[in-house]
């Protein structure tokens, strides 16, 4: 049993008024009230602290198996925790793709070693990610998935993606889509623009996202089927998003704090971490996806974390590959660039960390504080600032643009089923 003293509850619907003690009992919230005691119960005060729902990432990779070089299950987790996620959705391109029960199965078994986060393996929609032909879906869901994607590339084909969306509807799987056409981004390595020009990079143009998110909105409507539009990173693909809304189209969609907290201009320094998929775009799509988390075109923040070896990140920016770590330090982007920006309030960000993600996955135990609730928790001292250093991720990667960066909202402690995994 664990008793939190003197807790200052966050949720994505408002602050609760007061302070409260929450006492937590075999991973669940069995009571929220003011003066409580239980005997027996290990004691935590809060005092000075904000509580909030655990964090959950829709958007996670961990690399094993295949490239524990990168990335494992408990090097992910350890910094998911200390970034206070709680809940984390592992993509599947990974060594060999995470296309059958049997893949998914290790997944969940080494997690549950490593026993720090919920790890929810997101199975492949093809088999072995090539686009060629579907997976055994209900095998993936009997397995444990939730959804599936063939994150790092899209489906192009349009008859095999109508498939996959009734077949993923049939076995109660979210389908999760990378927008990009790669007949357009070609060999393309940041946003095109006359920022590339300058560079003299190739260019990877906004319309390679929009024609794939114009696309699949046209299948969801026909379908009726939901559809989720990963790392959104465009104005167009945000306004497609906003009209498929209001005319009742089942889309959701996320954006990564990288595409809402850097433009086309960071690349100007040649760093191999701000070389991300989709690309950083410019400024005028910086403040459009700001716009979508605001009005909620955008339903959730998802890290997109990608770790790289060093010696991937050393080549020159042309043959370096995508992709930048973000668990440890998503709440702080948001905190900077939408909180303290006057974008969101803090339990619209809340929202965005915790209850829409839950939602849109089916979690329906997890993103809230609340009696009968999974005790899924940080507890984050937000107005404490932090120097985000080189040598203090605990992921094994260390491809950030982030690195010297001042960011405000120190995660304390991370609670995940009842149980300390942080610090």
């Not at 929202?351 to 135990?365: E, H, N, Q, T």
Request: aromatic share 4%.
């Amino acid at each position: 049993m664990l008793l939190i003293k003197n807790a200052r509850i966050i949720n994505a619907s408002g602050e609760l008024p007061g302070l409260k003690d929450i006492l937590i009992e075999d991973g669940k919230i069995t009571r929220i009230s003011q003066g409580l005691a239980c005997d027996g119960a290990v004691v935590m005060d809060a005092a000075g602290k904000a509580v909030m729902p655990g964090f959950i990432d829709l958007h996670v990779h961990l690399r094993e198996p295949g490239r524990e070089d990168k990335e494992t299950i408990a090097s992910g987790s350890r910094a998911a925790v200390k970034g206070g996620f709680t809940s984390i959705f592992a993509m599947p391109n990974t060594t060999p793709a995470m296309d059958t029960a049997q893949v998914v199965q290790f997944v969940f078994d080494q997690a549950k070693k490593v026993g720090l986060v919920n790890v929810y393996p997101v199975g492949a929609i093809t088999k072995n990610r090539d686009g060629a032909q579907l997976t055994e879906m209900m095998d993936l869901r009997r397995a444990g998935c939730l959804a599936v994607t063939d994150d790092g590339k899209s489906v192009m084909n349009a008859g095999l993606m109508r498939r996959a969306m009734e077949y993923a509807g049939m076995a109660g799987l979210l389908v999760m889509q990378h927008c990009q056409d790669p007949s357009l981004t070609g060999a393309g390595v940041m946003n095109e623009s006359l920022v590339c020009t300058r560079l003299g990079l190739k260019g990877d143009p906004v319309v390679a996202e929009t024609v794939i998110v114009a696309r699949d909105i046209e299948l969801a409507h026909y379908l009726g089927t939901p559809i989720h539009f990963m790392h959104i990173s465009a104005a167009r693909s945000v306004e497609l998003i906003r009209r498929a809304k209001k005319e009742g189209i089942p889309v959701t969609a996320e954006a990564a704090p990288h595409h809402f907290s850097l433009s086309d201009e960071a690349v100007k320094g040649f760093d191999t971490a701000t070389k991300v998929a989709p690309p950083l775009r410019g400024m005028a799509d910086v403040v459009a996806v700001k716009e979508g988390l605001k009005d909620g075109t955008i339903d959730c923040i998802a890290t997109d974390h990608a770790p790289h070896t060093q010696e991937d990140k050393e080549l020159d920016f042309d043959a370096a590959p995508p992709g930048l770590i973000g668990l440890e330090t998503a709440f702080g982007l948001v905190m900077k660039e939408l909180v303290d920006a006057g974008i969101l309030t803090l339990p619209q960000a809340i929202d965005k960390l915790s209850f829409a993600p839950a939602r849109i996955a089916g979690l329906a135990d997890k993103g809230v504080i609340a009696e009968g609730k999974d005790a899924d928790m940080v507890i984050m001292d937000v107005e404490k600032e932090w120097l985000v250093r080189r040598d203090d991720f605990c992921s094994k990667s260390r491809n950030s643009p982030f690195i010297g960066w001042t960011l405000k909202g120190c995660v304390d402690t991370t609670i995940c089923g009842g149980k300390v995994v942080y610090p």
